[in-house]
């Protein structure tokens, strides 16, 4: 390159500036993956009170086997079991999980486990969310 030209090159890139709004994207995206952390980090917490202390209506999402979901939904509490319905229905992705929570698909017949196989389910992640409302 000819020196006056790389003189003048120089002398423009000493003086020009990116506009601030080029990198609003990037700090966008950092604050959205810093929001989502501590987003799991909450929902983490909760899951960890909510399976401590169960209540009738909380309903735990469970996987059946591979590509199959379905949900169960507490209806009595005791000191040491937890009688649950199941969802008569089951989805093949646990994205789309709250189509089948509605009440008419809940089975009247209750299940009954201990407070300590439902930990251990929720440990070996078969269950892998609590929701509460």
Sequence with gaps: MPS???????????????????FSGLILFTLLVIFAGFASKADTASEKIYLETPLVGDVYEYKL???????????RVTNDSIFVSL???????????????KPENYSDTLYVYSKK????MYNSKVIFDINRN
């Design 87 to 101: 969802n008569d229905f089951e989805i093949n992705k646990s994205s789309r999980i709250y189509k089948i929570d």
């Design 65 to 75: 086997a591979y590509k199959q979901y379905t949900t169960m939904k507490i209806m």
């Design 4 to 22: 006056y030209i790389k003189s003048e090159f120089n002398r423009v890139k000493k003086i020009s500036k990116g506009p601030a709004w080029q």
């Design 117 to 120: 196989e439902i930990t251990d």
